[in-house]
């Protein structure tokens, strides 16, 4: 048989084939794209076309470019996959091109073909883009490459069997013409494939039949951490049209697309021409078209796959297009014919790939739904103009061995690679930009938040995540309000879980039992050590103590070897304490309160007022749904199908709805939350800490700055998404901060529960998460009311407040103007309240000891690192205020992590915010600089501020300026400080308001008079 089944076995040389008398012969047909395998014209010309229709001249070159044309122009018909339910959308256009298909095989003439051939191309342009775009709904950037690579390597694998089976079709005896049957049998499984598209295609993840809810929701999540969209938009955002449209990303790809369409549109065409040209016969040019195809195809789905794996598509594409180059080298300049059969190998292994790494790197690099869409237009628009050229590239004229269209070919795979890098370079540049703007990779990690970064069950910072708990608080009155803590302790025992360590709850083993008691007695030492009176230690216990089997051994083990009285609380009081524990965590609290433990979580509702905390009369209610405990109950209700599962989160949705009906939430309560527009929902306990580090790790400021739980704040979307967590939690990869392994292993019992939540209280707007729990909650409840009614942030600034801080608080309060802006309506943010000015005049000097350059810095950790950090009665935006205006006041010299971390932290407030504490910071600048002991003499003042809001032209628009007036007392100012220096001081607050200062477009122009 010879060498790959070539005639002349003896030889290596190319052996020229006669040409055929009728040149259109010498044009074999071809794939018409990736998407779809079109019905093949050539196969019909040998069958007998040709000679039906007349197809003489160039007819047969009209009938290629026809469905091009109409594929280029109406491509704006993707838009339909948006505008229309996808399903839909994919039967019309299936069903249409399935019955233009079928109709080729009656046609009478070359113009019936070619107004078929027209609509044709009308309904692949339809049809093709919407798959991967759909694809791009359900699986994320990592995911979706090797998804495009399964659907694109379609077009290979029909190219492997295309010749065998259009010559298996004409080989029989049928009564009609061979190329009409062969048109008809390509074309009519179209027509069931549109029942089914309609039948099962799913619009979107909540559509889809073959899902569950719950994967239903992970799809939809899914989709969130995609583009921040959980579903399908059918309207057009025109404004993210036109962005696209200027967007270079999206003309590069659609470059590529260009030119590797060139080809990848010529090679099916000319493949089996130029093996036939090599000497082999039409049979065997037949068939050894299908090795190369095959490999390609399983090239095409192992480099998308990698692509994925390793997040490099730009140099896939790169190494693709070269290899795909360096064929049709090989394939012009050989005269071998392994070498050029080799070409072969490296033209297809090169060429499809490159397509199928291309649509998904489109679809990544644009955000939204309508930019992925207009994405997809465009790429399509100009990457259809390929076929154009790929199928006038081969002249009959340059064969056999048809170098210029070789050369061609190769010319355009090696710009493809130019291309590739190109956007790679840009991609790399836009993502230094993101890392000066947000941080680098280490630039984290120096701040902890690195991705190895874990606080496991270990972690002695704001609070513990389980087991059993010892601290001791030193509360005198002048700081009991803030609960400082001097010493903590963790025995990291899980009395719940012991319970269940032989599958079946039991008794506390003995074993267990002991470790307890000794850790126990060391704290017993421990609190003498403190000299902490006998009074004044107690011991808490609750559910998992409570329902213990053998509770009472335990705690009569516990009395006997320390000689404490175990305090065991109740269903009621555990929840009442928990919703007290929340009131100590924060100035002021109103809303819901829902502590989870390990064995049960309560609910009920509190309110703080001047130190009275007011909670339902009905107690808490308490559900056996600890994280612990729900884990147990969610494996064996998985083990029971399911049914089981199903009616376990039916029970705890009736449950909750029944103890919010039941808890008797007062009407002044709902009706500030719907004046207010915002029903919050506070938390506390190890499960929902979890739940809150998770969240921090998700938040849309990454890395998140304040590695604090107490008083981190989530809207009820955020909160409620679930999957987002899960998959985070589950990426074995990655450790996230302030969870430790066995909190993770709960995390999905959390999900569920806050699935139940969610659904069983629809009008929850607003989450904060509070360290506050049993510990707090009794120890605040042991203080009198006016150390309750104080504020906590005044109480935990009080200690470094100077001399004078109420007069420097009034001098702080009076550089704020008290009204708006006529024009703008600029003011003050309502954050800046007088809590805060106060807590500002107190902190505002205790930096000063800290050597110059340092100052900044340090005052910008004071509230994460610094004094304040185990402050745990600050809200997130109180701590980044506070930060940032301190940061400001020692004028703002930062080192280059520090200004990240800065950056970060302004990212936590709003623009507003972020704009006032730089000029409040500056202003403080200038009162320290005057009073520079915090002393304000009564009798002999220095200065006075005002301000007032004027009127300006500025390139001729009328705009606000606020106007900061310095009265100095000239009996004392010569010699308290220099006018030169206070000159300076007001010069720097007026740059605060020039654009170039301003925080994206927010600013105030600002005005110093020194009178």
């Known amino acids: 048989m010879g060498f790959f089944g070539k005639k002349d076995p003896s030889g290596d040389e190319i052996k020229e084939a006669p040409i055929m008398s009728d040149p259109e012969k010498q044009q074999p047909g071809h794939h018409d794209d990736a998407q779809t395998a079109l019905p093949q014209i050539p196969p019909a010309v040998i069958a007998g076309m040709e000679d039906d229709l007349k197809?003489?001249?160039?007819?047969?070159?009209?009938?290629?470019?026809?469905?091009?044309?109409?594929?280029?122009?109406?491509?704006?018909?993707?838009?339909?996959?948006?505008?229309?339910?996808?399903?839909?959308?994919?039967?019309?256009?299936?069903?249409?091109?399935?019955?233009?298909?079928?109709?080729?095989?009656?046609?009478?003439?070359?113009?019936?073909?070619?107004?078929?051939?027209?609509?044709?191309?009308?309904?692949?342009?339809?049809?093709?883009?919407?798959?991967?775009?759909?694809?791009?709904?359900?699986?994320?950037?990592?995911?979706?490459?090797?998804?495009?690579?399964?659907?694109?390597?379609?077009?290979?694998?029909?190219?492997?069997?295309?010749?065998?089976?259009?010559?298996?079709?004409?080989?029989?005896?049928?009564?009609l013409a061979n190329w009409r049957l062969l048109f008809l049998v390509e074309g009519s499984p179209s027509l069931l494939a549109a029942i089914l598209a309609w039948r099962f295609l799913p619009d979107s993840p909540s559509k889809a039949r073959f899902l569950t809810e719950e994967e239903k929701e992970i799809a939809r999540a899914r989709c969130l951490q995609q583009n921040g969209e959980r579903e399908r938009s059918t309207k057009i955002n025109w404004k993210e049209l036109a962005e696209t449209l200027t967007d270079a990303k999206a003309w590069l790809t659609a470059l590529m697309y260009?030119?590797?369409?060139?080809?990848?549109?010529?090679?099916?065409?000319?493949?089996?021409?130029?093996?036939?040209?090599?000497?082999f016969t039409s049979i065997n040019a037949q068939g050894l078209t299908a090795p190369p195809y095959?490999?390609?195809?399983?090239?095409?789905?192992?480099?998308?796959?990698?692509?994925?794996?390793?997040?490099?598509?730009?140099?896939?594409?790169?190494?693709?297009?070269?290899?795909g180059a360096v064929g049709y080298v090989l394939l012009a300049v050989c005269t071998s014919v392994g070498a050029r059969y080799a070409g072969v190998f490296l033209a297809a292994i090169g060429v499809f790939p490159c397509i199928a790494n291309i649509l998904p790197w489109a679809l990544n690099n644009q955000g939204s739904d309508s930019r992925r869409g207009m994405g997809i237009v465009i790429l399509n628009f100009?990457?259809?103009?390929?076929?154009?050229?790929?199928?006038?590239?081969?002249?009959?004229?340059?064969?056999?061995?048809?170098?210029?269209?070789?050369?061609?070919?190769?010319?355009?795979?090696?710009?493809?690679?130019?291309?590739?890098?190109?956007?790679?370079?840009?991609?790399?540049?836009?993502?230094?930009?993101?890392?000066?703007?947000?941080?680098t990779q280490a630039e984290r990690e120096a701040r902890g938040w690195n991705k190895g970064g874990n606080v496991a069950e270990e972690n002695y910072g704001?609070?513990?995540?389980?087991?059993?708990?010892?601290?001791?608080?030193?509360?005198?009155?002048?700081?009991?309000?803030?609960?400082?803590?001097?010493?903590?302790?963790?025995?990291?025992?899980?009395?719940?879980?012991?319970?269940?360590?032989?599958?079946?709850r039991g008794p506390i083993p003995q074993d267990i039992i002991e470790q307890v008691v000794d850790r126990l007695v060391r704290f017993q030492i421990t609190c003498d050590?403190?000299?902490?009176?006998?009074?004044?230690?107690?011991?808490?216990?609750?559910?998992?103590?409570?329902?213990?089997?053998?509770?009472?051994?335990?705690?009569?083990?516990?009395?006997?070897?320390?000689?404490?009285?175990?305090?065991?609380?109740?269903?009621?009081?555990?929840?009442?304490?928990?919703?007290?524990?929340?009131?100590?965590?924060?100035?002021?609290?109103?809303?819901?309160?829902?502590?989870?433990?390990?064995?049960?979580?309560?609910?009920?509702?509190?309110?703080?007022?001047?130190?009275?905390?007011?909670?339902?009369?009905?107690?808490?209610?308490?559900?056996?749904?600890?994280?612990?405990?729900?884990?147990?109950?969610?494996?064996?209700?998985?083990?029971?199908?399911?049914?089981?599962?199903?009616?376990?989160?039916?029970?705890?949705?009736?449950?909750?709805?029944?103890?919010?009906?039941?808890?008797?939430?007062?009407?002044?309560?709902?009706?500030?939350?719907k004046s207010l527009g915002r029903f919050d929902l506070y938390l506390c306990g190890g499960g929902f800490r979890g739940w809150g580090y998770v969240l921090m790790k998700q938040h849309k400021v990454d890395p998140y700055p304040i590695p604090i739980i107490n008083g981190f704040r989530v809207s009820r979307g955020d909160f409620h998404d679930t999957v987002s967590v899960l998959d985070s939690v589950s990426d074995s990869d990655e450790k996230i901060f302030g969870v430790s392994k066995r909190r993770a292993s709960q995390i999905p019992a959390v999900a569920v529960l806050v699935n139940v939540i969610m659904d069983a209280l629809p009008d929850i707007t607003h989450i904060q998460f509070c360290q506050g729990g049993v510990r707090e909650g009794f120890l605040f409840d042991l203080m009198p009311q006016e150390i309750r009614a104080q504020d906590p942030l005044l109480a935990a600034s009080l200690l470094y407040a100077p001399p004078s801080n109420a007069a420097i608080r009034g001098l702080l309060t009076a550089a704020l103007p008290s009204t708006s802006s006529p024009i703008d309506s600029r003011h003050a943010p309502v954050s800046f309240s007088p809590q805060l000015l106060g807590a500002l005049?107190?902190?505002?000097?205790?930096?000063?000891?800290?050597?110059?350059?340092?100052?900044?810095?340090?005052?910008?950790?004071?509230?994460?690192?610094?004094?304040?950090?185990?402050?745990?009665?600050?809200?997130?935006?109180?701590?980044?205020?506070?930060?940032?205006?301190?940061?400001?006041?020692?004028?703002?010299?930062?080192?280059?992590?520090?200004?990240?971390?800065?950056?970060?932290?302004?990212?936590?407030?709003?623009?507003?915010?972020?704009?006032?504490?730089?000029?409040?910071?500056?202003?403080?600048?200038?009162?320290?600089?005057?009073?520079?002991?915090?002393?304000?003499?009564?009798?002999?003042?220095?200065?006075?501020?005002?301000?007032?809001?004027?009127?300006?032209?500025?390139?001729?628009?009328?705009?606000?300026?606020?106007?900061?007036?310095?009265?100095?007392?000239?009996?004392?100012?010569?010699a308290a400080f220099s006018l030169d220096s206070l000159r300076e001081r007001a010069e720097k607050v007026e740059k605060v308001g020039k654009k170039k200062n301003w925080i994206k477009d927010y600013g105030v122009r600002v005005g110093v008079t020194i009178c």
């Open 55 to 175: 197809l003489t001249g160039n007819r047969y070159s009209w009938l290629l470019t026809i469905f091009y044309i109409s594929y280029v122009v109406f491509e704006f018909g993707a838009f339909m996959w948006k505008v229309m339910p996808p399903h839909q959308w994919a039967a019309i256009t299936v069903l249409s091109w399935g019955i233009v298909a079928t109709c080729q095989a009656a046609v009478q003439n070359w113009e019936g073909l070619m107004a078929l051939r027209f609509l044709l191309g009308m309904s692949e342009a339809a049809f093709g883009p919407g798959t991967p775009y759909l694809l791009s709904f359900f699986y994320r950037r990592h995911e979706l490459g090797f998804r495009c690579g399964l659907f694109v390597s379609a077009a290979p694998l029909a190219n492997t069997f295309a010749g065998a089976l259009a010559y298996g079709i004409t080989s029989g005896h049928s009564k």
């Open 258 to 279: 260009f030119s590797c369409n060139v080809s990848f549109s010529s090679l099916p065409v000319f493949l089996p021409t130029i093996l036939k040209d090599m000497g």
């Open 294 to 323: 095959f490999a390609s195809f399983l090239v095409t789905i192992a480099t998308t796959w990698i692509a994925d794996r390793l997040q490099q598509r730009g140099l896939m594409l790169a190494i693709l297009s070269l290899i």
């Open 382 to 439: 100009i990457g259809q103009c390929g076929p154009f050229l790929g199928t006038n590239v081969f002249p009959e004229s340059d064969g056999p061995r048809y170098i210029r269209g070789q050369s061609i070919c190769a010319a355009f795979m090696f710009f493809t690679m130019i291309l590739a890098l190109t956007l790679r370079t840009l991609l790399v540049w836009e993502n230094r930009r993101l890392d000066k703007q947000y941080g």
């Open 462 to 504: 704001a609070g513990f995540r389980n087991g059993i708990r010892f601290s001791i608080t030193d509360i005198p009155p002048h700081t009991a309000r803030t609960m400082p803590t001097v010493y903590q302790d963790r025995a990291g025992i899980s009395l719940y879980d012991a319970q269940f360590s032989g599958g079946s």
């Open 529 to 673: 050590d403190f000299g902490v009176p006998a009074r004044n230690i107690y011991v808490l216990a609750t559910e998992a103590t409570r329902t213990a089997p053998n509770s009472a051994e335990f705690r009569a083990r516990i009395k006997d070897r320390t000689g404490w009285e175990v305090r065991l609380l109740s269903k009621e009081d555990e929840g009442r304490i928990g919703a007290l524990g929340i009131a100590s965590s924060t100035s002021s609290v109103a809303g819901l309160a829902m502590d989870l433990g390990g064995g049960s979580t309560q609910i009920t509702w509190v309110v703080e007022k001047d130190g009275v905390v007011t909670t339902s009369p009905r107690g808490s209610f308490s559900f056996p749904y600890g994280a612990a405990a729900l884990t147990k109950r969610l494996e064996q209700a998985k083990a029971a199908g399911k049914k089981a599962e199903k009616a376990l989160k039916q029970e705890m949705i009736k449950n909750f709805q029944e103890a919010y009906r039941a808890l008797e939430v007062p009407e002044f309560l709902l009706e500030t939350a």
């Open 841 to 974: 005049a107190n902190l505002l000097f205790a930096h000063s000891r800290v050597p110059r350059e340092s100052r900044s810095a340090v005052a910008l950790h004071s509230t994460t690192t610094g004094i304040l950090a185990s402050v745990n009665t600050l809200s997130h935006v109180e701590r980044a205020l506070i930060a940032l205006i301190l940061c400001e006041r020692w004028a703002g010299d930062l080192a280059p992590t520090d200004e990240v971390f800065h950056r970060q932290l302004s990212r936590c407030v709003s623009k507003q915010e972020a704009w006032w504490c730089q000029y409040l910071g500056r202003v403080a600048t200038l009162i320290g600089d005057v009073h520079p002991s915090g002393r304000v003499s009564d009798m002999h003042w220095r200065i006075q501020l005002e301000t007032e809001w004027e009127s300006i032209v500025k390139k001729k628009d009328e705009c606000d300026m606020l106007r900061l007036k310095v009265k100095c007392n000239n009996d004392v100012a010569v």
